[in-house]
């Protein structure tokens, strides 16, 4: 391999067209990336340009500019995360997911209750469940319109009344499954239309303290607790027909009352108490059955916290570290493992919460 070493490049005018990257000591010449309103002159292949003048992208590739598509996330996803406060509470609070910062006032709950879960079709958000020394095992679900603070309305019934329990959508259908008070039981809604939950099938174990997440086809549901024992069991159902849940693999440990976040090909599951509060992160590929690998740690050890995601980036609220309730609340990229950031701050300090995401 033979060594080049030039003191001084000058321009004579022309384009300088390199066909492969350059590689220079430890680094590597990228190609060229243009802002601007104008199409850029004497470009290389691979060269990328936003055009300013109308927000499109393109690549230069065969002596053209190639206008690129931009893909939208899919509907259940959302910029608007909302979480419903615990504390036998009826407050709702929301943030910006695709900013920091602290949360701010949504409305409330038609009726306070704390451990309930969330799903949503990316328009509207359902609310499920939850828990009151007065009315314990809440049959409730609430929804929202992300796009319209205010306070929730009555959607219908779950079939069976429970809370601390795992939630997941496909975009048009919401599934609940397991929860205190409820063993094994999954049930349906179809959230662009009012009315009660329907029976989907069962989980493969009776559990309570499960999370859920989905990537529009497959749903998964994992960890949990029973008879004191920590779960470490993901099992999966297909969100579009019924049908009983399926073993799909194992949490990297068993623990109950995480919270989980998804895209549209990973699941991250964070937190969560294995008889000692953790940090843990860990994720599957959603369409592909098998056990969880390490993702990275949360900022803080708690239980009782809740997810959600606009499809990028995933947002964990909420908490108890063992000692008092938390306000923290921290996101992730979720292709991409690594730590926690912290976000902002919930309004209040919050454990057993519940979320969802949308527009």
């Known amino acids: 391999m033979s060594t080049l070493k030039v003191d001084s490049i000058t321009n004579d005018g022309s384009a300088v067209d390199f066909t492969y990257n350059v590689t220079l000591g430890d680094g590597t010449l990228k190609k060229e990336y243009y802002e ?13 340009w936003f055009n300013t003048s109308n927000d499109t992208f393109h690549i230069y590739a065969n002596n053209a500019w190639l206008a690129t598509t931009v893909v939208t996330p899919p509907s259940w996803y959302g910029s608007r995360g909302v979480f419903a406060d615990d504390s036998l509470s009826n407050d709702m609070q929301y943030i910006t997911i695709t900013s920091t910062g602290n949360a701010t006032n949504f409305g409330d709950l038609t009726v306070a209750r704390s451990q309930p879960a969330g799903c949503s079709n990316g328009t509207r958000g ?3 469940g939850g828990y009151h020394s007065t009315a314990s095992n809440q049959l ?36 609940w499954g397991g929860g205190e ?12 239309t009012t009315g009660n939950a329907t029976d989907f099938g069962d989980l493969t174990e009776s559990a309570s303290g499960q999370t859920g997440a989905a990537d529009g086809t497959r749903g998964l549901f994992a960890g949990g607790i ?21 073993d799909f693999g194992d949490l990297t440990a068993g623990r109950k009352e995480g919270a989980a976040c998804s895209d549209t090909t990973r699941a991250v599951f ?29 900022t803080l050890a708690r239980s009782g916290l809740a997810g959600c995601s606009n499809a990028v980036r995933g947002v964990f609220g909420g908490g108890y570290d063992g000692s008092s309730a938390v306000n923290t609340i921290d996101y992730i990229t979720i292709a991409s493992t690594g730590n926690a950031t912290d976000f902002g701050d919930l309004l209040n300090t919050s454990s057993g919460v519940g979320a969802c995401a949308g527009n």
């Open 126 to 128: 359902l609310i499920g």
């Open 140 to 175: 409730i679900i609430d929804y929202i319109t992300f796009a319209s603070t205010g306070n929730a309305t009555d959607f219908g019934d779950l079939t069976d009344g429970g809370y601390s329990f795992g939630a997941l959508s496909n975009g048009t259908r919401g599934v």
């Open 270 to 298: 964070g937190g969560g108490n294995t008889g000692s509060y953790t940090n843990v992160m860990d994720y599957v590929t959603i369409q592909t059955t098998g056990n969880a690998t390490d993702f990275g740690d949360l």
């Open 36 to 48: 601007q309103a104008t199409q850029p002159a004497y470009p290389c292949d691979g060269a990328l």
């Open 226 to 246: 029973a008879s004191a024992s920590y779960k470490n069991t993901i099992q999966y159902i297909t969100v579009a027909t019924t049908g009983n849940a399926t």
């Open 181 to 192: 008070g409820r063993g094994n039981v999954i049930d349906y809604v179809t959230i662009a």
